[in-house]
């Protein structure tokens, strides 16, 4: 029985302003009508352009359900193109990454394809002369999304022909990626290796959520980060010895709830936010001169401080991907069904600057976001435990009140408290509307 | 003590059977304080530092773990996970006795399982090892995952 498609008031009715109801986490329906709304109306990641540094250089990856590959043309422009031969069908590219030269071709039929997907030649040509395969979509070659953004490296892609622009969209909020490509004495990032992948039984939503959630850390990872601070206290450590990395990293954790309220939090409109805007766990990182040096001698004392000063612990870009500016990582989302999400946890390398940052950033992404992490694992289990919990019948819905003022605005910039939940507020008044925007109109509902 | 091939293939069967039978504490004394558990994440890696892995963890961060998995309020362990390795018989691909050195690469199956979910992993495992004071110990072990580029759920104990 279908509740939600051709029915935008009922999906409208799941967002309360400081509720959700757990249909936004199990349904099924949900989830396909966000693939085809939400994910094709909204600037969705990619990759990352140093992935693809060449001509010809590709890899396949998703947005939202549809396959896709992302390729460097011979313009050098990047191209993202659905990932399937307009004759039957087939996959053109499967590996992660590649070469493919000045074209692509289909391993089946031999179709062949330019790196922007324009058709360049099919076999027995003439057998389609007397046909009107020319007035076909199939004739045109691999079809390109609706459109392609490249903001300093990061490439996203919005699914849907029409629809927001890409500086509408996102607004004040590339100034996070802005700030982590700065930090980069050279201007520039580089993705660093393959990332961890995570599969998590669980709804794409509750990873994002947690992003910005300052309350969980001190709870959830007591077992991990508490356990650390003991044992580190009980070591022979002493006061004013360099701390080993992996304390810096997992103890901050364990702060207070009176530091995640002050640490701070901002909003901006579309669902975008960040923790992180007085202080962060990342503040506190011993650093090399090496390092400052390089970034006084690219951009000026005054400026390179106030680069370095940004705090921007996590930034959430809706719908789903998180980074961290301070130590280049970037975590993607990837919904793959109502209770499946697997996450991508990505990590650059800031060009020009020493070692060791990449080194603590590698560091970060293992202990914190690796299938073997004790981090992960108290987050999994309370992700999995959530999404357990929401089949329970005895309460359907989903609370979202810390913090929250009568009147909530979400269409201007905010700043404010770090534990509260504005931000997840802000994620689902970005989803509704973004989930209506296209389901509104009868004719496409009726295509369905 | 006069070491024997014998007591270098059977320490590492000893190993794997102290991890099955969850004797953690026992297993963290086996290691060398210097010695590094390695869990590389790209197939044939040769870097440790500068990209991904999934653990590579000292003294420190080992014991850490073992500690964290009998807290109290280790709710991902609660109920506990158990697992089993099969291993193949080791292969001993150096054998100094002058220096006291000793590595071996072994191939191993491994089960993870928590309440109703169960899962493979097929391993090779390279230990070095040391004798010190009349005893072996881990100077160094890096655990290969055949398919570590795949996607994982949680995998809590000690592959």
């Known amino acids: ?448 | 003590m006069t070491i024997t091939r014998d007591d270098v293939i059977d320490f590492i069967y000893a190993e794997a059977r102290m991890i099955d039978e969850g004797r953690f504490s026992e297993w963290l004394d086996l290691w060398l304080e210097d010695g590094i558990y390695w869990m590389p994440l790209d197939y044939k890696q040769t870097d440790p530092d500068l990209i991904t892995s999934l653990l590579h963890e000292d003294h420190f961060m080992r014991k850490l773990r073992v500690e964290r998995l009998n807290g109290e309020r280790t709710f991902s362990q609660k109920p506990k996970s158990r697992c089993s390795h099969v291993i193949q018989r080791p292969f001993v691909d150096t054998f100094d006795t002058d220096a006291g050195s000793f590595e071996t690469n072994t191939s191993m199956h491994y089960v993870e399982t928590r309440l109703d979910e169960q899962f493979l992993l097929a391993l090779t495992a390279q230990h070095q090892l040391k004798l010190v004071d009349g005893k072996l110990r881990i100077a160094g072990k890096r655990v290969d995952i055949l398919n570590c580029d795949a996607a994982f759920g949680n995998i809590q104990l000690l592959p």
Not at chain 1, 198 to 206: G, L, T, V
């Open chain 1, 1 to 448: 029985m279908s509740n939600y498609a051709g029915n935008p008031q009922a999906v409208a009715a799941l967002v309360r302003p400081n509720q959700v109801h757990r249909d936004v986490y199990v349904s099924e329906e949900i989830y396909r009508l966000e693939m085809k709304h939400l994910f094709a109306n909204t600037w969705v990641f990619v990759g990352h352009d140093s992935q693809t540094p060449n001509k010809g250089d590709y890899i396949t990856t998703q947005v939202a359900d549809q396959p896709v590959i992302m390729v460097r043309h011979s313009d050098g422009e990047v191209k993202v193109l659905y990932n399937r031969c307009p004759h039957k069908g087939t996959k053109i590219a499967i590996d992660r990454s590649g070469n493919t030269g000045k074209f692509f071709r289909c391993p089946y039929h031999a179709w062949s394809f330019k790196t922007d997907g324009c058709l360049l030649a099919i076999p027995l040509k003439k057998g389609y002369a007397q046909t009107d395969f020319g007035d076909t979509a199939a004739s045109r070659g691999m079809k390109s999304v609706g459109a392609v953004h490249n903001h300093r490296g990061f490439v996203f892609a919005r699914l849907a022909p029409e629809g927001i622009s890409f500086d509408e969209y996102f607004g004040d909020a590339m100034s996070s990626i802005d700030n982590m490509v700065d930090r980069a004495p050279e201007g520039r990032l580089e993705v660093a290796g393959p990332p961890l992948r995570y599969m998590h039984q669980c709804n794409w939503k509750m990873l994002v959520e947690n992003q910005t959630d300052a309350c969980h850390p001190m709870v959830a990872h007591e077992s991990s980060a508490g356990t650390a601070v003991r044992l580190f206290e009980e070591s022979d450590w002493k006061e004013g010895d360099p701390k080993p990395m992996a304390m810096e990293i997992i103890a901050p954790f364990m702060s207070p709830y009176e530091f995640f309220e002050g640490m701070g939090q901002r909003t901006w409109p579309n669902g975008h936010g960040h923790s992180g805007v007085a202080t962060s766990i990342h503040k506190e990182y011993a650093e090399e001169d090496e390092y400052g040096e390089a970034m006084n001698a690219a951009y000026g004392e005054e400026r390179a401080a106030e680069i370095l000063g940004e705090n921007r612990h996590n930034t959430v870009y809706f719908p789903n991907i998180m980074m961290k500016g301070p130590i280049q990582q970037l975590r993607n989302f990837i919904p793959l069904g109502p209770n499946k999400t697997l996450v991508e946890s990505w990590i650059y390398r800031l060009v020009g600057a020493p070692d060791y940052l990449l080194k603590r950033t590698a560091m970060y992404n293992r202990i914190i976001n690796a299938p073997t992490s004790i981090v992960g694992h108290d987050d999994l289990e309370m992700y999995e435990r959530a999404q357990e919990g929401l089949m329970t019948d005895g309460n359907e819905w989903v609370d979202l009140h810390r913090n929250a003022e009568e009147g909530e605005d979400f269409g201007h910039e905010w700043t404010g408290n770090g534990t509260s939940e504005r931000q997840m507020r802000n994620q689902f008044d970005a989803w509704k509307r973004f989930m209506l925007a296209t389901m509104d109109t009868p004719a496409q509902e009726a295509a369905e």
